[in-house]
């Protein structure tokens, strides 16, 4: 499919005359290759390298910014995702958590499905004893148009392993995530 393409049929649709956007189409097609580049990730290939750990209590990167697009509306989704998870025997660079987070903040989301997506790939790439994700997001479909509800925050959370079936563990993973 040629983006830039379809961008000029769009754009012709709304301001026919226009020699102003000629340029346009290209600017586009460039900001939807970088913004939607989490599509076809190799996870795995993303997480190549673990480092052998005795750790075995929760780690947590916290207030990773990402960015995504809302896939109803097209319009931008901006927050903070937190990740924490419990080793076992493997640990990961912090940077590759938020590898991750991109991976699937580039693509056309919801964010209850991203939330647990970002859980799962951890949980898979990693065989951990437990993980939670934790994101808070504003909502373009929500601040911008219908309602507009200018920050208002969407949270979501998943949880998997170990961090899903002991409550004290979930609570601290919270606790931690919430404070400044």
Known sequence: MDIEHHIKGILEQIDP???RLKETPERVAKVCSESLSGYGADIPAL???FYDSAMDDLI???NIPFESHCEH???PIIGVASVGYVPQGKIVGASKLARIVDCFAHRLQLQERMTMEIARALETVLDLKGVG???EAEHFCISHRGVKKPGSKFVTRYFCGILKTD???RR???YSVQKN
């Open 172 to 174: 601290e993973f919270l």
């Open 47 to 49: 997480v190549n390298k």
């Open 73 to 75: 509306h097209l319009v």
């Open 60 to 62: 947590i990167l916290k």
């Open 133 to 135: 994700v934790y994101l």
């Open 17 to 19: 005359d226009s020699s």
């Open 167 to 169: 409550l004290d563990l």
